[in-house]
C-alpha cells in the first residue's frame, strides 16, 4: 500500500477553543452536530451547533467546520506496539542466518537480530525513530499510544527512557504510554528482575511480561508470578505477550487467568498475541476463552505481524498466525487490534495506520459482515479505550476528551475499505493533523 497522503495547509475552524462540527455521520448512520469546547465534546445533536448550548459555549460564526456528511470517530487507540523497534529494520543484514534459527523472518530469527541492533540503541536514537512512528499515527488518526519497551540487560532502560522522551516529543499531539516488556525473558535473562523493578520506578506506565519464552512450567509460572507481584508493587494494569508460538501445548494463557483471578486484578489484564490458542485443543481452547471472560481479560491480537511471523514450519495448511479471534468475541472477551511492529526485525510493514491494521485483521479473522466490521472499528477504538479504562474520557459523547477524526466517506465500511486517511484529526479539541487526497484520472 502506498501512501497517498499529504498534508494540507491552512487553519480551519476547528482549531478554535470553542468550535463545532456539522452533518457529522457517526458509525450508527445518525447524522449530528457536535459542540466542542475547552477540549470536550460539550454536546452531539441535531442542533448542538445551533441551539442553546452552543450559545452558552460562546460559539461565534466561522468557529463551524462542515462535516459534509463524512464519518466522525473517535481518534483510535492502539493498545500493542513497539516504538522503541519500530524503524530497525533498514539497518539489519536480513539475509543472515543466526544460530538456533534455520528461517530468517521467523520469531526467533527476529528476537536475535534484534539483539545487534538494540546494542547499539542511544537514547536519542530511540527516540528519533518512535517520534516518527508516532507522527504517522497521529496523521493516521490515532491520539493514544501504548508502547512496549524492552527491559532486559542487553538495552538496559535505554528503550524505555528513548520512548518516554518521545512521548515528551509528541506530547502535543498524542498520548503515549509505556509497558515494562522482558523480552528476553526474566529467569533466561539474570538481572532483567532487577532492571523491571527499575524500569517501574523510572515511570513505566503497565508491567509487560513474555512467560512462554522461559524454559519449562515452572519457569513461566514464576514469570506470570513475578509480573503481577510488580503489578500490585505499583498498582498497574498488566499487558503480557502469551503464549505467541505455533506450540498448542504452550498454555501461559492459563496461568493469567488464574492469577488475574486471585489478585483481583479483574479489567487490568491485556493478554496479547495469543497465537499458540489457535493451535490447542478446543477443550482447552473453550475452558480458558470462558475463562478470560471471566476474568475480563483483554486480547491484543496483533494479525498484520502474526500473519508473516507464524505459520512459517506449516506445509499446506498454513495457520493465520492469529488467535481464536471470533470465538474469543463470541464469548464476549473484548479483542483489540495492534499495530504491534512497524519496519522492524519482525514485520517489514506498518505506518501507524490503525485503518490498515483493522482491514489486515478483517481479513484474517473472516470479519465481513455488518456486525462483524463493527467489531473490527470496536477493535481499534472502544476496546483497547476500555482496557485503557478510559470510562466516560473516550468517545463521541458528551464529556469525553475531544480526540476526534473525521473522514470524507460516510460509513464505517466505506471507511475501512477505501482506507483514505481521515480529512482532520483533533486532540483534546486541538487539531493535530489534516490528509488531503488528490487523485487525477486521465489529466
Ligand atoms: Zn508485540
Known amino acids: 500500500m502506498t501512501d ?46 445551533s441551539g442553546p448550548a452552543a450559545a452558552a459555549a460562546g460559539l461565534r460564526e466561522g468557529h463551524v467546520v462542515d462535516a459534509a456528511g463524512g464519518l466522525l470517530l473517535p481518534a483510535f487507540v492502539d493498545t500493542h506496539v513497539h516504538l522503541d523497534k519500530a524503524g530497525i529494520r533498514p539497518g539489519l543484514d536480513t539475509g543472515r542466518r543466526y544460530p538456533g534459527s534455520a528461517n530468517p523472518g521467523d520469531l526467533a530469527w527476529a528476537i536475535a537480530a534484534t539483539h545487534e541492533a538494540k546494542r547499539a540503541y542511544t537514547v536519542e536514537s530511540v527516540a528519533a525513530r518512535a517520534v516518527e512512528v508516532v507522527e504517522q499515527h497521529v496523521q493516521h488518526g490515532t491520539t493514544r499510544i501504548r508502547s512496549h519497551v524492552d527491559v532486559d540487560t542487553i538495552g538496559g532502560l535505554t528503550p524505555l527512557l528513548g520512548v518516554q522522551a518521545a512521548a515528551r516529543a509528541c506530547a502535543d499531539v498524542a498520548d503515549v504510554v509505556t509497558i515494562a516488556f522482558p523480552q528476553e525473558g526474566i529467569a533466561r535473562d539474570p538481572g532483567a528482575a532487577d532492571l523491571m523493578v527499575a524500569a517501574m520506578e523510572h515511570g513505566a506506565d503497565v508491567v509487560g511480561g513474555m512467560p512462554h519464552w522461559e524454559d519449562g512450567e515452572a519457569a513461566r509460572r514464576a514469570h506470570v508470578a513475578f509480573c503481577f507481584d510488580l503489578a500490585q508493587r505499583f498498582d498497574a494494569d498488566v499487558d503480557m505477550h502469551v503464549d505467541e508460538t505455533d506450540d498448542g501445548d504452550v498454555r501461559t494463557l492459563a496461568t493469567v487467568v488464574e492469577e488475574t483471578e486471585r489478585r483481583g486484578w479483574h479489567g487490568r489484564v491485556t493478554v496479547g498475541h495469543v497465537c499458540a490458542l489457535a493451535a490447542a485443543d478446543h477443550a482447552y481452547a473453550d475452558d480458558v476463552v470462558a475463562g478470560c471472560a471471566r476474568a475480563g481479560i483483554t486480547v491484543a491480537s496483533n494479525p498484520v505481524t502474526n500473519l508473516v511471523l507464524q505459520g512459517r514450519g506449516d506445509r499446506g495448511l498454513v495457520r493465520r498466525g492469529t488467535t481464536r479471534i471470533r470465538e474469543l468475541m463470541a464469548a464476549g472477551v473484548p479483542v483489540a487490534f495492534g499495530q504491534d511492529c512497524v519496519d522492524d526485525a519482525f514485520y517489514p510493514f506498518g505506518r501507524g495506520s490503525m485503518l490498515e491494521v483493522a482491514l489486515v485483521s478483517a481479513h484474517a479473522a473472516h470479519l465481513t459482515t455488518p456486525a462483524e466490521l463493527g467489531t473490527a472499528l470496536a477493535a481499534i477504538t472502544d476496546v483497547p479505550a476500555a482496557a485503557w479504562r478510559l470510562g466516560p474520557e473516550y468517545g463521541v459523547v458528551p464529556g469525553a476528551r475531544a480526540d476526534l477524526q473525521l473522514y470524507a466517506a460516510p460509513t464505517w465500511p466505506q471507511v475501512l475499505r477505501l482506507q483514505d486517511a481521515p480529512r482532520s484529526v483533533w486532540r483534546a479539541g486541538v487539531l493535530v493533523a489534516t490528509n488531503e487526497v488528490r487523485r487525477t484520472l486521465r489529466p
Open 4 to 49: 497517498d497522503v499529504t498534508p494540507a495547509a491552512g487553519k480551519p475552524a476547528g482549531q478554535r477553543a470553542v468550535w463545532a462540527l456539522t452533518g457529522a455521520r457517526l458509525a450508527d448512520g445518525s447524522t449530528v452536530d457536535v459542540l466542542v469546547a475547552a477540549g470536550r465534546v460539550r454536546a452531539v445533536g441535531p442542533d448542538a451547533a
